[in-house]
């Protein structure tokens, strides 16, 4: 299983489009890593997780082919995660669609999708596959475990995930904050070959030990050493930190002076890790 980081920001992205803070100043200067569109990720060629609003230009860089997207899989219905007007396009009198997509998400997902773009999945030629967490679906030669997430409220409805594909397991656990006990106890279950892991609060030091909703880096730390506690990873399994706000001063020299010493990778635009 190949994952590539389309993105690597929070909500706003990095730099923020309308910000003039000193991070986001410095970001235009510097470009490069400090450059970071909405969080989404690339499954192989075939699976996108989540599709925000830079998805096209997402897939431009890095060479995907919609007409061979099979799924594209929902962490929630927040506005970086999922861009309804794309989907519009689907419609017959816009494009000669020839093969259908499955969405797999909540029910706030699905509902977002229908409700904004004006047509049911159907019209769209889109499957819907509702999700909620605990739930386990195999798709083909992926399989999915749901986790709830700690954010949207702790509602439920914004989800992390397992993949799993040729025996590999990667863990994407992206806006959430600290978990309730019963994911610790359904993730102890699992051996992951990757972890992916929330950051959004980056290195500020007010928000170093954030962990509702979000988290900030001490508690991303925090997160990685429990599930090497819980046997989920080993001290070789590669961790990474991803989903980062400027309000975090997330510039990547900053992130990584701080997550390297405690050998976890900072996420970036365009890294790959091949499980
Ligand atoms: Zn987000
Ligand atoms: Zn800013
Ligand atoms: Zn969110």
């Not at 993105?7 to 706003?12: F, P, V």
């Not at 989920?232 to 961790?239: K, N, Q």
């Amino acid at each position: 299983m190949k994952v590539t980081l389309m993105g690597s920001a929070a909500a706003e992205a990095v730099p923020a489009l309308w910000c003039d803070c000193d991070v986001c100043r410095q970001a235009r200067r510097n470009g490069g890593k400090d450059i970071r569109m909405r969080t989404s990720y690339l499954i192989d060629r075939d699976t996108m997780v989540d599709f925000g609003p830079d998805a096209f230009s997402q897939t431009l860089r890095y060479g995907v082919d919609w007409t061979q997207l099979r799924r594209i899989v929902f962490t929630h219905a927040h506005e970086d995660h999922l861009n309804p007007v794309e989907f519009m396009w689907r419609e017959p009198s816009y494009s000669r669609v020839t093969s259908r997509v499955k969405i797999i998400g909540s029910p706030r997902v699905l509902a977002r999708l229908e409700r904004e773009t004006g047509h049911t999945c159907n019209e769209l030629q889109l499957d819907p596959v509702p999700v909620g967490p605990g739930d386990r679906l195999d798709d083909g030669d992926l399989s999915l475990l749901c986790l709830k997430a700690n954010h949207e409220d702790n509602s439920g409805q914004a989800l992390n995930f397992v993949l799993s594909r040729g025996g590999k397991n990667l863990l994407i656990a992206n806006d959430t904050g600290w978990w309730d006990e019963e994911v610790w106890q359904q993730i102890a279950s699992c051996r992951l070959d990757a972890a992916i892991i929330d950051a959004t609060m980056g290195v500020a030091t007010k928000y170093l030990d954030w962990r509702n909703g979000h988290m900030g880096a001490r508690t991303t730390t925090a997160f990685r050493d429990k599930l090497l506690q819980l046997g989920a990873i080993t001290p070789a399994t590669p961790v990474c930190a991803n989903h980062f706000s400027h309000n975090g001063e997330a510039l990547h020299h900053r992130l990584e002076d701080f997550f390297a010493p405690h050998r976890i990778m900072v996420g970036y635009d365009g890294m790959t890790l091949t499980l």
